[in-house]
Each structure stands twice: as C-alpha cells, then as structure tokens.
C-alpha cells in the first residue's frame, strides 16, 4: 500500500542551527502539508503546497520555515535557524483530491532542539 | 484559528463498555474526518463525513457529522483494548485547503 515516507526519524540539532526534514509524498498525490505537533498538544497545521507553491500557511510557519519539493518527488521543509520551541514531531501528509482533503500521514520526524 | 473542541480529553473504560467522543466548533466545515494516533506516529484516517447529519459506520465505530456540520460525534460500542489511542477530529473549512485538528481525546480500554 502506498505510503508516505518521512527522514529523518528523529533528528537532534543545536539551538541556531538549520534543520532540513525530508518527506517522499504518495506519487499520485499532488496536495502536500506539514504539521506540527509538539509533545503532549495538538496537532498544528504548517503549510499546504500545490503546483510548487505555497497554497496556505499559519502563523507558526514565519520566516525561519520554508517549504521546497526540488526534484518532483521529495518535498522538504526547513527551519533556518532552529529554536528550543522548535522541538517537536514534524508529519508531512499529501493528499490527492482538494475536495475531499484526506490526508495520508507519514510517521513524523522528531525533532529535539537543544 | 478555528478552534475544534474535543470531549472529554481522557476516558479510561472497561472491556465491553460503550463510549461517545465529542467534537465541537463554533466553525461551519464543509468536511470532517475522525483520525487515530498511535504513539510515535502519524494520525490513520479512519473516516471522513460531508453532508449535514451523515452517519457512518466502521465495524463497532459509528460517526456523525452534525446537521449544522459544526460538529461531530465518534460512538464505539463494545470497546476492545485494541482500540486504546488518540482519536482527533479534523476539519477542513469551506473554500480552504487545511486541515485544523481537534485538541484530541486519549481512550485507553483496560481488559
């Protein structure tokens, strides 16, 4: 069954530090998402992506966070210069309708900003 | 931020009870998924509700989208310790394309 992929699995970086998080959406898919969820709280949506361009972002995804899929099939998201309020667990989804917006979700990359 | 609201936060049950999750808004949504989360991963798409007062079933879980669909409601009969995990509701407004999760309800099923 097709999944999405997420690297790392867990990934410890320095405070100031930049941070790449690789995902491998579903091939057919052509809608792709990060969230967020910080240890013990919600889910948070990032950033949504179609035709290589941010369709929607909130608040959280300022100017440290950008979103790329730079060959056709990784879509990736980086924080420039990480913070400690940065850890978190990152899941990248994809979806393959707009309508009706399922979402297929990877495993998460952990990440621990120290 | 449209702010989805779940209930209760904890639930901790016995084999073979029922149980009823709640999901509740201010907001209108033009769809409403259930998903479940295991620890360490990412949340499972167990349904998606579209039409006012839909009812869906899967297996011992039913689910029911509110005819305001500003709401929603996950019903598991007979609960198995399988079925131990976060269930979160999620909602995709009209005319957006993100999807805003509910704060989440734990259920843990003791044997």
């Known amino acids: 069954e097709p999944e999405v992929t997420q690297t790392p699995s867990h990934q410890v970086t320095q405070m100031g530090q930049e941070v790449i998080l690789r995902c491998v959406p579903i091939?057919?898919?052509?809608?792709f998402y990060w969230y967020r969820q910080i240890l013990g709280q919600k889910v948070e949506f990032l950033v949504s992506?179609?035709?290589?361009?941010?369709?929607?972002k909130s608040e959280i995804f300022d100017d440290q966070f950008s979103v790329e899929r730079p060959d056709g099939s990784n879509f990736t998201l980086k924080i420039r210069s990480t913070k400690l309020e940065d850890s978190a667990m990152y899941f990248c989804a994809s979806s393959e309708s707009y309508v009706t917006g399922e979402l297929f979700f990877g495993e998460g990359s952990r990440l621990t900003v120290l | 931020t449209q702010l989805l609201e779940q209930s209760p936060q904890f639930l901790s049950i016995q084999e073979g009870e029922n149980l009823t999750v709640y999901c509740n808004s201010s907001?209108?949504?033009?769809?409403l998924q259930w998903y479940r989360q295991e620890p360490g991963e990412g949340p499972v798409l167990l349904v998606t509700v579209v039409t006012g007062g839909e009812v869906k079933k899967l297996k011992r879980l039913t689910f029911q989208f509110g005819d305001a669909r500003k709401d929603s409601s996950l019903h598991i009969t007979a609960a198995q310790p399988g079925d131990t995990g976060l269930y979160l509701c999620a909602g995709i407004q009209t005319g957006a394309n993100n999807l805003f999760f509910g704060t989440g309800t734990r259920l843990t099923v003791i044997p």
């Open positions: 091939s057919n898919h052509l809608y």
């Open positions: 907001s209108v949504f033009s769809s």
């Open positions: 992506f179609y035709n290589n361009e941010i369709s929607e």
